[in-house]
């Protein structure tokens, strides 16, 4: 690899490294927003009367969990690879994501 490669190879990576700022400076706003957004519905849900704040925590947690245990095959209890849509013990399907 001569002078001009590398030269090539620091500005290449130079803008790769402007462009992976941009994107996450871009995801940033977007997080930003939909925490906003999430806020928002739920102060308005909370004020509707529907369910308390401990329900709404209640339910998140549950979620939360819920969330946890989709790392594992519903059928086996093994743990699922993210990489494949089966249980690689059982064969099990990958439950459809939900979020
Ligand atoms: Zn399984």
């Not at 490669?5 to 939909?34: F, I, N, P, Y």
């Not at 999430?38 to 339910?59: D, H, M, P, Y």
Request: hydrophobic share 35%.
């Amino acid at each position: 690899m001569d002078f001009d490669d590398v030269e090539k190879k620091v500005a290449q990576s130079g803008s790769e490294l402007v462009e992976l700022h941009a994107t996450v400076r871009q995801l940033q706003a977007r997080v930003d927003r939909h925490s906003l957004v999430i806020q928002v519905l739920k102060e308005w849900l909370l004020s509707q009367g529907g369910f308390s704040e401990e329900e709404f925590l209640e339910r998140l947690q549950r979620a939360v969990a819920q969330k946890a245990n989709d790392k594992n095959c519903r059928k086996c209890g093994k743990a699922m690879s993210a990489k494949h849509n089966r249980c690689m013990y059982c064969g099990e399907p990958r439950p459809p994501e939900l979020l």
